[in-house]
Nanobody, 121 residues
């Protein structure tokens, strides 16, 4: 199992980014893939998750209405579309694999290496 994130970068406040998580070694149809983020000096927090059983789930109140999670089974890729970005969204963003959607980092079975998102004011 391998998860590879991409799409991070430097963007001005109010801008948008789309993160991608490409998975190999398993099918999204049977698993859940979540997005987490960790800012310097802070704990890792759950952002969103999607699975064939639950559909999209949003954990982060500040992201609701701004972030959208989606998946493309043919490409085995999960996306996180982030709009109206704020400086407080600055963090390393990770995707993670689990059997079901869970906001608990310790529940995740596999992690990607992360992609950095920096939002300037």
């Amino acid at each position: 199992v391998q998860l590879v994130e991409s799409g991070g970068g430097l963007v001005q406040a109010g801008g948008s980014l789309r993160l991608s998580c490409v998975a190999t070694g398993f099918s999204f149809d049977y698993y859940a893939v979540g997005w987490f983020r960790q800012a310097p000096g802070k704990e890792r927090e759950a952002v969103s998750c999607t699975s064939g059983r639950s559909g999209p789930v949003y954990y982060l109140n500040s992201a609701k209405g701004r972030f959208t999670i989606s998946s493309d089974s043919a490409k085995n890729t999960v996306y996180l579309q982030m709009n109206s970005l704020k400086p407080e969204d600055t963090a390393m963003y990770y995707c993670a694999l689990n059997g079901v959607c869970s906001p608990d980092s310790s529940d995740q079975a596999h992690w990607g290496q992360g992609t950095q998102v920096t939002v300037s004011s």
